[in-house]
């Protein structure tokens, strides 16, 4: 079956930490995006990349970085420049900007 | 600025008990507006992509509907594993981004 795999599902990392979080896709997919949802907010994109070895940053990228160095894989670095890193990290894919995006299951991150 | 606006924040409804879910929209011109189901812990599940006032879309007990600035999910005679959280999206044609809302919790209470 096509999806989209995330990885670790529960992460924890000490402060200061950069941590990278996985993302794997078998759709096809040439677009993949990064949110972050956290209580009470809509989900928040971070970054975008509709090619591979090209990316753009979201409306929150500051603390964060990405690569898309393959069509089916987009991972993240929380780096330790963000200053809230805890929250519900999703990732997603589409075929175009019309299309629907199809999520992964998210890693949910925890920083102490 | 785009912004998606859901309402209400929670809705508690009995077994069977029909109701409707809001989305209000400004997106200046919208391309389209998406629905999402999401259950906790769990990634949103496409439901619904809506593209012109007037278009309505159904799938078992749920139907999407959009008017020029707003869009609704209607749920009839809900089942206890409707409960989840429903999200709604727009996108324009000037980018690739969606706005999504703050989402929907609805809990059916057998």
């Known amino acids: 079956d096509g999806g989209i795999t995330q990885s670790p599902k529960y992460l924890f990392r000490k402060e200061g930490q950069n941590v990278t979080l996985s993302c794997e896709q078998n759709?096809?997919?040439?677009?993949m995006y990064w949110y972050r949802q956290d209580p009470g907010q809509g989900l928040r994109l971070i970054y975008y990349?509709?090619?591979?070895?090209?990316?753009q940053k979201g409306d929150i990228a500051e603390g964060y970085s990405v690569s898309r160095e393959k069509k089916e894989s987009f991972p993240l670095t929380v780096t330790s420049a963000q200053k809230n890193p805890t929250a519900f990290y999703l990732c997603?894919?589409?075929?175009?900007?019309?299309?629907?995006?199809?999520f992964g299951n998210g890693t949910r991150l925890t920083v102490t | 600025e785009d912004q998606v606006t859901q309402s209400p924040e929670a809705l508690r409804l009995q077994e069977g008990e029909s109701s409707s879910l809001n989305c209000s929209y400004t997106v200046s011109g919208l391309r389209g507006l998406f629905w999402y189901r999401q259950d906790p812990g769990k990634g949103p599940e496409f439901l619904f992509t809506?593209?012109?006032a007037g278009e309505e879309k159904e799938k078992e007990r749920l139907k999407a509907t959009l008017t020029k600035k707003e869009s609704f999910l209607h749920i009839t005679a809900p089942k206890p594993e409707d409960s989840a959280t429903y999200l709604c999206?727009?996108?324009?044609?000037?980018?690739?981004?969606?706005?999504f809302g703050t989402g929907t919790r609805l809990t059916i209470i057998p």
């Open positions: 997603a894919s589409n075929r175009d900007g019309a299309s629907p995006l199809h």
């Open positions: 759709l096809n997919h040439d677009a």
């Open positions: 809506l593209y012109s």
């Open positions: 999206a727009g996108t324009n044609f000037g980018n690739e981004k969606l706005t």
């Open positions: 990349s509709q090619i591979v070895n090209d990316f």
